[in-house]
């Protein structure tokens, strides 16, 4: 296992931020999970079982973020102890890695990232928004996630659309789409990683070059693109080919505006003598296309690669993708308002309480500064967009669900204030009923017992 550049950490939020996680632990990174959900954290088998930690008292989150939020404050002192522990004076950086529109993945995440500051980490997020297929609650609480993230700022967010996965992947079995949809996010990671650890006589990219990339606020983005080697003597051949491929994968990306700090790294083959004009003009390229004041270079050697150079394009500092959350949006937005009604239905658990939808003010004790849903009273860091301006549209296109009226005694109830009850006892209630019984037929409607009980009993 070639050594690595930069030593990160990974923590699993969720069931899908679990996965991701384990796969970084069997690079041989440090890595841990947490997760409301013991079946979950079983399926682990990379990360030690120490270090993965079950947090509140369900067994899942049943796609309710606030059960996530409430957990992960429950326990906080649990987490805290263990990100203090393992990765405190042995990581250099932490990734907190959470798949958006769950419930476990999408309640913890920020709180998790605001633990790890407070144990002095320096520490970035990793994160999926869902599939177009998926359900609109998915595609709800990922933006309302979102916005919450954006009021934490992890440095960098590597926002990772899985509709693009599903592109690049979705030929393959279901069993294999997602496991090799989650190893090539971890592989193109793990790849980048390594290059800083690699000797060169050329331009070098090295660790602190890498810190000062992860450490630039906004949207990260790394890209690998590999093209076929040719004969030409053309020097700007190659250069046109990446252009073209970094243009198309740009724009399939959805991110908006221009990065502040950027990496071109070459890995040509050993065996190919490539033009020294045709690296310069690539570098060129990079720079033009991306319009960065800050471009790090590298050139390396790889003995595996043939007739293929690959490049490495690290982008640092873009905007959140508002055209693919405005997709998300819109299909909110056009929503009938039965469905509507449908979305933010009560519901009942099997433990005797009710939950509403998270995006509604949040009825548990906030014992931190943020709740889920509720107004933020400061602006978000520079270098993040506000997401709640990407979705602060939805609410008003939606139906809020009528509440049903509670029943008010009318004046033919009987009684001088129909306003007012009183609990009644079993003996009352007795009497009330004999009393009925002797009411002539023409005077039951006006003083049946179910008009004098409704007009005594105190409705609970």
């Given amino acids: 296992m070639r050594e690595k550049g930069i030593k990160f950490g990974f923590v699993g939020c969720g069931q899908g931020g679990g996965k991701i996680a384990d796969l970084f632990a069997q690079r041989g990174y440090k890595a841990m999970a947490i997760n409301t959900s013991p079946v979950d954290l079983a399926a682990l088998t990379m990360i030690p079982a120490e270090h993965r930690i079950c947090i509140g008292t369900r067994l899942g989150a049943g796609k309710d973020p606030r059960i996530g939020e409430e957990a992960i404050r429950t326990d906080a002192s649990k987490v805290k102890a263990v990100l203090e522990e393992y990765f405190y004076h042995d990581v250099d950086f932490v990734f907190v890695v959470a798949c958006l529109g769950g419930g476990t993945g999408t309640g913890v995440v920020s709180d998790t990232i605001e633990i790890a500051r407070e144990v002095g980490l320096t520490t970035g997020c990793i994160t999926t928004i869902p599939l177009t297929s998926e359900s609109l609650e998915e595609h709800k609480n ?155 270079r590298g050139l390396y050697i790889d003995k595996s690669l043939q007739r293929k150079i690959v490049l490495h394009l690290l982008l640092a500092g873009l905007d959140i993708p508002v055209n693919r959350l405005q997709q998300m949006r819109t299909r909110l937005q056009e929503l009938s308002p039965e469905i509507v009604n449908r979305l933010h239905k009560r519901v009942s658990t099997n433990l005797s309480d009710d939950l509403i939808e998270w995006d509604n003010p949040n009825p548990l004790p906030a014992s931190r500064r943020r709740t889920f849903g509720a107004r933020k009273d400061a602006a978000p860091q520079d270098g993040f967009m506000d997401v709640k301006s990407v979705v602060d549209n939805i609410e008003k296109k939606q139906v809020q669900p ?23 006892t079993v003996d009352q209630i007795l009497n009330l009923m004999e009393t009925a019984n002797l009411v002539d037929d023409r005077d039951k409607k006006k003083k049946g017992f179910w008009n004098q009980f409704k007009s005594n009993v105190k409705k609970r």
Avoid: H
């Fill in 142 to 296: 990922a933006l309302k996630g979102l916005d919450i993230l954006s009021d934490v700022a992890p440095t960098p967010l590597y926002l990772i659309d899985n509709e693009l996965l599903r592109i690049k992947y979705g030929n393959k079995p279901i069993m294999g789409f997602w496991p090799m949809a989650n190893e090539a996010i971890v592989n193109s990671l793990d790849e980048i990683n390594q290059i800083p650890n690699r000797p060169s006589n050329m331009f070098v990219f090295d660790r602190e070059d890498f810190f000062r990339l992860l450490n630039t606020q906004g949207c990260f983005v790394p890209l690998r693109i590999e093209i076929e080697l040719t004969d030409s003597q053309d020097p700007t051949k190659m250069a046109t080919a990446f252009r073209q491929e970094v243009v198309r994968i740009l724009s399939e990306y959805n991110f908006q505006g221009e990065a502040i700090r950027v990496a071109a790294l070459l890995v040509c083959p050993e065996s190919y003598r490539v033009n020294a004009e045709s690296v310069e003009l690539v570098y060129q390229e990079c720079q033009n296309l991306t319009n960065a004041p800050t471009l790090f």
């Fill in 402 to 424: 009528t509440q049903p009226a509670a029943p008010q005694p009318s004046a033919t109830d009987g009684g001088d204030n129909p306003e007012t009850y009183k609990v009644l």
